[in-house]
RNA sequence: GCGGACGUGGCGGAAUUGGUAGACGCAAGGGACUUAAAAUCCCUCGAUCUCUGAUCGUACGGGUUCGAUUCCCGUCGUCCGCACCA
């Protein structure tokens, strides 16, 4: 066992068949498939559609094995539905603006777009040599104009329908990479590609208004079925419902600063009024900056958690501190209770009014604020059967259900009665022209940031104008392109600092302007382009009303496979354009853009590591090889021996150098022997450990089909394929029937290791059965046992044996293309497996007129009974009350009941 | 802190609605073939014992059931998401 080289296929071998010879064999097919444009797919083409999607690629410069796992799986789908007489559309693209670019065009002194096309270009390279049936003739890549041209067009018209605005907000910007980030772009309060921290700025930038759907985009949830509940989850927490209650509290005059007559909050706990024993506002609420009007330590107080709080990771590890500010608010049921009114830091402005009513004993936050600044605590929910007399809150506030106590009107009360009462009361009382309180449903979802100071990316077809203001690019001018030259000499937009570039005259009146020299985020170019593959070609419009979705169109994208890091960016906007582009005319009836989700697990491997601690280095699996010695696992560099200490098992990083090169597998045991690999052992939304030894088991049974089939090829010529009727043919036939079934239906519930297991299954026994090697040696072994007569293929036997391999064949071709089709021109078959349908198993075939019954006493098995499938429950009964074990387990005694599962299990209770 | 998922041999994992626990693969051990190696083929492979059989066994402790890996309650552990959201 080792990490390094492969020596497997320039081995010679003097026996009949030689091995089977990926680098041959796999780009004569992929070269041929090619020339058919066997895998272009046609919009009038009038079979049933299924669109199969792959979350397309950044061009990062070198696939990874994570590409080649979820490729796999695609191309498994996508075949198996071609195979089942399906349109299939499966194309590929490339998600092609982005930081990486400009990274490197900054850092070597390239051109962006010649960075990118050039790693398009190696990509697809690579890609092409795994045998994908993409259809490569819609590829784009987002970075085209042909392509951002459309997304232009779009952004205006979602402008015009009031789904993007400009407006000025706190937003998160990204020191490192010197942009602001969408709020789903910060992660532990760090920029998400930069890991920098994120601080608030107050700019003016380009929002989505997916807000605006927010409602809908949770309801519509419980439509997709075929989503993992995962992902579902989490993108029902990240828009964050909450039913509440606006309640405006009255200022205590006499405390208020001039002008200031009450104080808004927000609370999901209304029921919980009478426990209020403290107001909290933010630090940047109006009535905060009133009170440090005259206030000087107040204002040193904000100035000292504003400083302490503009990354948003400080905030979060931050002490809990409040300012009395001397402002009391009037209690909205009792007149003579005012309550003290604190600068807290951390109450968020952005959410809800950016202001609290503070209840310590039903909020450990609260809890903990009262307890450091001497505030009542008083309980108001108390756990059924408790006494309202005693209970008491200290150092933990009570959260859960229970029933109202100190709390007026509401004693007795359970929380939801009590919630509905006080909004009940407060709503009928009026302040001014408008209600004391009202319900509102809150949302934690913000607006979608798209603006990036970057240049890289689709430019904002915007022109600012000092008489004009902003106006759009019109429709003639697009796209608006991106310079040929741009210099990362000075700090900033590229684009900004162009000499040229964003002076331009203003299209309404004519006087000079500028271009915004933002460009959107490229979260906004993936968020459409499955509708692009859908007409690609169309130059007038970004999609074609006839084909791209409703009676004769591609979407929803039937399946979607992808990695979970996107449950919530890429699929939460994609749902959001999905709806935008219908509401300004760019689809028809489609709402959700993804009918099928698959969200596949990590390719992970070992770490292997030189010395420890600050000392130890990483090396990589090719430089490492793995030994058993004395039961145990030992690592060692192939170079000179040096011991290497074997690691966690971790997701393959460069810094942890635990990364295998696809082109290396490929290169030494081809595509379908990685292919098979990826799908196998572990399921799919798991993480697949990569194994050497694995690769070569794999490598082991690319082989074995090989051998099985080119040995019996000879022996099957002219034969036509049919089912067995007896003996070995029979079980040959019943064994490749039931694969049939079974591979199916765990390629469509995206099992492929079941699916890979049931055909290793298949070979087993084919192997069994009719044993390679016999047909071409002479020393085969003639038995009842299997197909062979006499030392050869029984001629009665061949038809059977002919149609199990056929079936075999077309049954491995998801997985492993180019080996299905050697054998199947090995076999004599005509054109390509690609044209073969999946075959038609006999139901007769899958079930046995005979069945084995598990037999249990008391639960237990104690043997089995074999009895014809069609047995009724009498007959059954009788049959395992007569068997010896059960005679003997029941003395001589009656059953005291018998159980009989009809073609399951039995079991007689003594 | 809140929410969710998971825990099965030496390893990855099967067991579709409660019905034979360990399919299939990997690793390991033994054997055949070979001058030798590779490749290939055959056998063994959860644990224990009084070994032609029996007992135990799906993280741990209870429960429901004729029957529990599967359902319920509790404990421990691992992983993921969100996180001062009022």
């Given at each position: 066992?080792?990490?390094?080289?492969?020596?497997?296929?320039?081995?010679?071998?003097?026996?009949?068949?030689?091995?089977?010879?990926?680098?041959?064999?796999?780009?004569?097919?992929?070269?041929?498939?090619?020339?058919?444009?066997?895998?272009?797919?046609?919009?009038?083409?009038?079979?049933?559609?299924?669109?199969?999607?792959?979350?397309?690629?950044?061009?990062?410069?070198?696939?990874?094995?994570?590409?080649?796992?979820?490729?796999?799986?695609?191309?498994?789908?996508?075949?198996?539905?071609?195979?089942?007489?399906?349109?299939?559309?499966?194309?590929?693209?490339?998600?092609?603006?982005?930081?990486?670019?400009?990274?490197?065009?900054?850092?070597?002194?390239?051109?962006?777009?010649?960075?990118?096309?050039?790693?398009?270009?190696?990509?697809?390279?690579?890609?092409?040599?795994?045998?994908?049936?993409?259809?490569?003739?819609?590829?784009?890549?987002?970075?085209?104009?042909?392509?951002?041209?459309?997304?232009?067009?779009?952004?205006?018209?979602?402008?015009?329908?009031?789904l993007?605005?400009?407006?000025?907000?706190?937003?998160?910007?990204?020191?490192?990479?010197?942009?602001?980030?969408?709020?789903e772009?910060?992660?532990?309060?760090?920029?998400?590609?930069?890991?920098?921290?994120?601080?608030?700025?107050?700019?003016?930038?380009?929002?989505f208004k997916i807000t605006s759907m927010a409602q809908e985009l949770l309801d519509s949830l419980s439509t997709l079925?075929?989503w993992?509940?995962?992902v579902k989850?989490m993108q029902a927490?990240w828009i964050?419902?909450?039913?509440?209650?606006?309640?405006?509290?009255?200022?205590?005059?006499?405390?208020?600063?001039?002008?200031?007559?009450?104080?808004?909050?927000?609370?999901?706990?209304?029921?919980?009024?009478?426990?209020?024993?403290?107001?909290?506002?933010?630090?940047?609420?109006?009535?905060?900056?009133?009170?440090?009007?005259?206030?000087?330590?107040?204002?040193?107080?904000?100035?000292?958690?504003?400083?302490?709080?503009?990354?948003?990771?400080?905030?979060?590890?931050?002490?809990?501190?409040?300012?009395?500010?001397?402002?009391?608010?009037?209690?909205?049921?009792?007149?003579?209770?005012?309550?003290?009114?604190?600068?807290?830091?951390?109450?968020?402005?952005?959410?809800?009014?950016?202001?609290?009513?503070?209840?310590?004993?039903?909020?450990?936050?609260?809890?903990?604020?009262?307890?450091?600044?001497?505030?009542?605590?008083?309980?108001?929910?108390?756990?059924?059967?408790?006494?309202?007399?005693?209970?008491?809150?200290?150092?933990?506030?009570?959260?859960?259900?229970?029933?109202?106590?100190?709390?007026?009107?509401?004693?007795?009360?359970?929380?939801?009665?009590?919630?509905?009462?006080?909004?009940?009361?407060?709503?009928?009382?009026?302040?001014?022209?408008?209600?004391?309180?009202?319900?509102?449903?809150?949302?934690?979802l913000?607006?979608w940031?798209?603006?990036?100071?970057?240049?890289?990316?689709?430019?904002?077809?915007?022109?600012?104008?000092?008489?004009?203001?902003?106006?759009?690019?019109?429709?003639?001018?697009?796209?608006?392109?991106?310079?040929?030259?741009?210099?990362?000499?000075?700090?900033?937009?590229?684009?900004?600092?162009?000499?040229?570039?964003?002076?331009?005259?203003?299209?309404?009146?004519?006087?000079?302007?500028?271009?915004?020299?933002?460009?959107?985020?490229?979260f906004v170019?993936s968020s459409w382009?499955f509708a692009?593959?859908?007409?690609?070609?169309?130059?007038?419009?970004?999609?074609?009303?006839?084909?791209?979705?409703?009676?004769?169109?591609?979407l929803p994208v039937?399946?979607y496979?992808?990695?979970?890091?996107h449950a919530i960016l890429h699929l939460l906007y994609s749902r959001f354009f999905t709806r935008a582009m219908k509401a300004?005319?760019?689809l028809?009836?489609v709402e959700e853009p993804f009918d099928g989700l698959?969200?596949?697990?990590?390719?992970?491997?070992?770490?292997?590591?030189?010395?420890?601690?600050?000392?130890?280095?990483?090396?990589?699996?090719?430089?490492?090889?793995?030994?058993?010695?004395?039961?145990?696992?030992?690592?060692?560099?192939?170079?000179?021996?040096?011991?290497?200490?074997?690691?966690?098992?971790?997701?393959?990083?460069?810094?942890?150098?635990?990364?295998?090169?696809?082109?290396?597998?490929?290169?030494?045991?081809?595509?379908?022997?990685?292919?098979?690999?990826?799908?196998?052992?572990?399921?799919?939304?798991?993480?697949?450990?990569?194994?050497?030894?694995?690769?070569?088991?794999?490598?082991?049974?690319?082989?074995?089909?090989?051998?099985?089939?080119?040995?019996?090829?000879?022996?099957?010529?002219?034969?036509?394929?049919?089912?067995?009727?007896?003996?070995?043919?029979?079980?040959?036939?019943?064994?490749?029937?039931?694969?049939?079934?079974?591979?199916?239906?765990?390629?469509?519930?995206?099992?492929?290791?079941?699916?890979?297991?049931?055909?290793?299954?298949?070979?087993?026994?084919?192997?069994?059965?009719?044993?390679?090697?016999?047909?071409?040696?002479?020393?085969?072994?003639?038995?009842?046992?299997?197909?062979?007569?006499?030392?050869?293929?029984?001629?009665?036997?061949?038809?059977?044996?002919?149609?199990?391999?056929?079936?075999?064949?077309?049954?491995?071709?998801?997985?492993?293309?180019?080996?299905?089709?050697?054998?199947?021109?090995?076999?004599?078959?005509?054109?390509?497996?690609?044209?073969?349908?999946?075959?038609?198993?006999?139901?007769?075939?899958?079930?046995?007129?005979?069945?084995?019954?598990?037999?249990?006493?008391?639960?237990?098995?104690?043997?089995?009974?074999?009895?014809?499938?069609?047995?009724?429950?009498?007959?059954?009964?009788?049959?395992?009350?007569?068997?010896?074990?059960?005679?003997?387990?029941?003395?001589?005694?009656?059953?005291?009941?018998?159980?009989?599962?009809?073609?399951?299990?039995?079991?007689?209770?003594?």
């Amino acid at each position: 066992m080792s990490g390094g080289s492969c020596l497997l296929l320039s081995e010679k071998h003097p026996m009949a068949t030689e091995r089977y010879n990926p680098r041959a064999s796999e780009p004569k097919w992929q070269k041929a498939w090619a020339e058919k444009k066997l895998f272009e797919a046609h919009n009038d083409d009038p079979r049933p559609k299924y669109y199969m999607l792959e979350m397309f690629p950044y061009p990062s410069g070198r696939i990874h094995i994570g590409h080649v796992r979820n490729y796999t799986m695609g191309d498994v789908v996508a075949r198996y539905k071609r195979a089942k007489g399906f349109n299939v559309l499966h194309p590929i693209g490339w998600d092609a603006f982005g930081l990486p670019a400009e990274n490197a065009a900054r850092d070597n002194n390239v051109n962006p777009r010649d960075w990118t096309y050039a790693n398009i270009k190696t990509m697809k390279g690579q890609l092409k040599s795994m045998g994908l049936s993409w259809d490569w003739a819609r590829e784009f890549a987002t970075c085209d104009a042909s392509y951002y041209k459309h997304q232009q067009k779009m952004f205006l018209d979602f402008w015009k329908a009031g789904l993007a605005e400009r407006k000025s907000a706190k937003v998160n910007w990204d020191p490192v990479d010197m942009t602001v980030l969408a709020n789903e772009q910060v992660i532990d309060g760090r920029g998400w590609r930069s890991g920098a921290l994120v601080e608030q700025r107050d700019l003016t930038q380009w929002f989505f208004k997916i807000t605006s759907m927010a409602q809908e985009l949770l309801d519509s949830l419980s439509t997709l079925e075929r989503w993992p509940d995962k992902v579902k989850l989490m993108q029902a927490n990240w828009i964050g419902r909450s039913e509440g209650l606006l309640i405006r509290w009255p200022l205590a005059a006499a405390t208020a600063p001039a002008g200031e007559r009450e104080l808004e909050v927000y609370t999901t706990r209304p029921d919980t009024i009478f426990g209020a024993s403290f107001m909290a506002i933010a630090a940047d609420h109006p009535l905060t900056k009133r009170a440090a009007e005259d206030n000087a330590e107040l204002a040193a107080f904000i100035k000292d958690i504003k400083r302490g709080g503009t990354a948003t990771a400080e905030i979060e590890t931050a002490e809990k501190k409040g300012f009395d500010t001397g402002i009391r608010v009037v209690h909205p049921f009792d007149e003579s209770w005012t309550l003290p009114v604190y600068v807290a830091n951390f109450v968020l402005m952005d959410y809800g009014t950016g202001a609290i009513f503070g209840c310590p004993s039903g909020d450990q936050r609260d809890l903990d604020f009262a307890n450091k600044y001497g505030l009542p605590v008083i309980p108001v929910v108390m756990p059924q059967g408790a006494d309202a007399r005693t209970f008491q809150i200290t150092e933990e506030a009570y959260t859960d259900d229970g029933v109202m106590i100190n709390s007026r009107f509401l004693d007795g009360m359970t929380p939801q009665a009590a919630f509905d009462e006080v909004a009940t009361r407060l709503s009928g009382i009026a302040i001014g022209n408008r209600p004391q309180a009202e319900r509102k449903v809150q949302f934690r979802l913000r607006d979608w940031l798209v603006s990036r100071q970057r240049c890289w990316g689709a430019p904002i077809p915007v022109i600012y104008c000092d008489d004009c203001g902003a106006v759009p690019v019109r429709a003639e001018n697009l796209p608006v392109e991106l310079p040929d030259h741009l210099s990362f000499d000075k700090p900033g937009n590229p684009l900004d600092n162009h000499p040229t570039w964003k002076h331009v005259d203003c299209p309404q009146c004519g006087k000079p302007a500028r271009r915004d020299t933002d460009t959107m985020d490229t979260f906004v170019d993936s968020s459409w382009y499955f509708a692009r593959f859908t007409d690609p070609w169309n130059e007038a419009a970004p999609t074609t009303m006839a084909v791209v979705d409703g009676k004769n169109g591609w979407l929803p994208v039937n399946q979607y496979i992808g990695g979970v890091e996107h449950a919530i960016l890429h699929l939460l906007y994609s749902r959001f354009f999905t709806r935008a582009m219908k509401a300004t005319g760019h689809l028809n009836v489609v709402e959700e853009p993804f009918d099928g989700l698959f969200t596949q697990g990590m390719v992970v491997h070992e770490t292997y590591r030189i010395g420890s601690g600050a000392n130890g280095q990483y090396v990589t699996p090719a430089e490492v090889r793995v030994d058993m010695i004395d039961g145990e696992r030992k690592a060692a560099l192939i170079s000179d021996g040096t011991p290497v200490e074997i690691g966690a098992i971790e997701k393959m990083s460069k810094s942890k150098k635990n990364v295998v090169d696809p082109d290396d597998i490929l290169a030494n045991y081809g595509a379908d022997t990685a292919r098979w690999f990826v799908l196998s052992d572990s399921p799919p939304d798991r993480d697949v450990i990569w194994t050497e030894a694995g690769v070569e088991g794999a490598h082991r049974f690319v082989q074995r089909v090989w051998r099985q089939v080119s040995e019996a090829a000879p022996a099957l010529a002219g034969v036509s394929p049919a089912q067995g009727v007896s003996g070995p043919a029979l079980e040959l036939s019943r064994m490749a029937h039931r694969a049939a079934k079974q591979v199916a239906e765990d390629i469509e519930r995206i099992a492929f290791n079941k699916g890979i297991a049931r055909l290793y299954e298949l070979v087993n026994a084919i192997q069994t059965l009719a044993p390679a090697g016999a047909f071409t040696a002479g020393k085969s072994e003639p038995s009842g046992s299997n197909v062979l007569g006499g030392g050869s293929l029984n001629p009665e036997n061949a038809p059977a044996l002919r149609q199990a391999l056929e079936m075999l064949v077309i049954m491995i071709a998801p997985m492993m293309p180019h080996l299905a089709d050697e054998c199947w021109s090995t076999l004599g078959g005509t054109g390509f497996v690609a044209e073969r349908p999946w075959p038609v198993y006999d139901p007769a075939l899958v079930v046995d007129s005979e069945i084995v019954l598990p037999v249990q006493v008391n639960g237990k098995k104690r043997g089995d009974l074999t009895i014809a499938r069609d047995a009724d429950q009498g007959a059954v009964e009788k049959a395992v009350l007569a068997l010896d074990f059960v005679q003997k387990a029941l003395e001589g005694k009656a059953p005291r009941k018998v159980i009989i599962v009809p073609q399951r299990i039995v079991n007689v209770v003594a």
